[in-house]
């Protein structure tokens, strides 16, 4: 595998090419798109991608996301729009096709970026989500609360209180009834697991894509569509998000997608790893992801 960085790249974000070694028939290329937690070009997750798909001909591109404002994810339409100038430039650079690669908040913005351009040859996923950000995260935050054995009404209390947060974040949300319900809440001993923060959003902030629903996307992408969860897992509602592209892609008259469940894994295809680690060996990712990744790709 041969490595390159961008920087400064011909679409404006620092970034790094990985290219199959000579001698090795370039087939394609990759782009690939982040997770939440760590907006690096440099990753373990990328660096597994890169080693599995460069021996088969496939190019592989990453870059620095684009900060968000504070306190605010980057929204999808920006990611969006950096993945295709992604694209666009790889696709000039091998003259060959050039699908996505996006991982939990990635799966989020590379199907919509594939939903925009047609040319794009292919989209693979890892943890993505059919619902939108406000719905992944109630999921997210009360399966957390179950599996550690808490009970229906502290469930119901984390859940009332979130959605007082995604009220004010709306900007329709009362402040006093939000303000007593953190107060009942902030010193329980589950309040951790709720991703909230002890104080209340300010007034001027937002949460842009909190209601996005990814579905019509769905319905747009026009390429082979690979989704891969794993079997434990407890970030996004895994067998809903299937349905939902499944209705989605026949609804827009398309082919439905691949699905892959990996034995062993939760959201993260590296069992007993931290996602926001940037220490995960490439061998602690999981065989059979590898193999799906591997079995896939071959196919295009």
Known sequence: MQ???LDPSPFGRPALLRMPDPGIEVRGGVVALHGAGLPQRRQ?????LAITLTPMGF???TFDRRPGREDEDTPFDIQADDALAAVEHLRATIDAPVGLYGYSQGAWAASLAASRDSTVAMLATVGCSGVSPAEQMRFHT???LRRAGYDDSVRAQQRELRLAYEALLRGDGDRETAARLLADAVDQPWFGSSYLGSRLPAPEQSWPDMDYDPEPAFSNVSCPVLLIYGADEDCV???DSERVWRRATRSGGRPEP????IAG??????P????NSLSVPVAGFSPAYTIALRRWFAER
Do not use: I, K, Y
């Open 3 to 5: 490595s390159r960085e």
């Open 237 to 239: 509602p895994a067998a």
């Open 142 to 144: 009360d399966e957390r």
């Open 258 to 261: 691949s699905v892959v469940t």
């Open 265 to 270: 894994c939760g959201h993260f295809p590296a």
């Open 272 to 275: 007993d790893s931290d996602p």
């Open 44 to 48: 373990p997750l990328f660096e597994h």
């Open 59 to 61: 190019a592989v591109l």
